[in-house]
């Protein structure tokens, strides 16, 4: 999936700093899709790393949830290290 535009911010555990991340530069990929009453629900997921600039590594799950096809329903950030 190709996300044109959308962001996220993410805090580094270790300094506080915040991290803004740019979701269309994030390898996203299909996790599933079922048909629903709408129509057609689609799950895609991507991991964005990134390192601090205190040296700290930093890693977070985002998952987007598209319903009906062509809509999205969800951008979220669950699991996040560092």
Do not use: F
């Not at 996220?8 to 599933?32: A, F, L, M, P």
């Not at 895609?44 to 319903?67: L, P, V």
Request: aromatic content about 8%.
């Amino acid at each position: 999936m190709k996300v044109k535009s959308g962001y996220k911010n993410v805090r580094c555990s270790k300094c506080n700093r915040t991290h803004t991340i740019d979701i269309s530069k994030v390898d996203i990929g299909e996790n599933y899709s079922e048909e629903r009453p709408m129509g057609q629900e689609n799950a895609y997921s991507g991991i964005w790393n990134d390192q601090c600039t205190c040296g700290n590594s930093m890693e977070a799950e985002i998952e987007i949830y598209e319903y009906p096809a062509g809509t999205c329903e969800l951008v979220q950030i669950v699991n996040h290290k560092g």
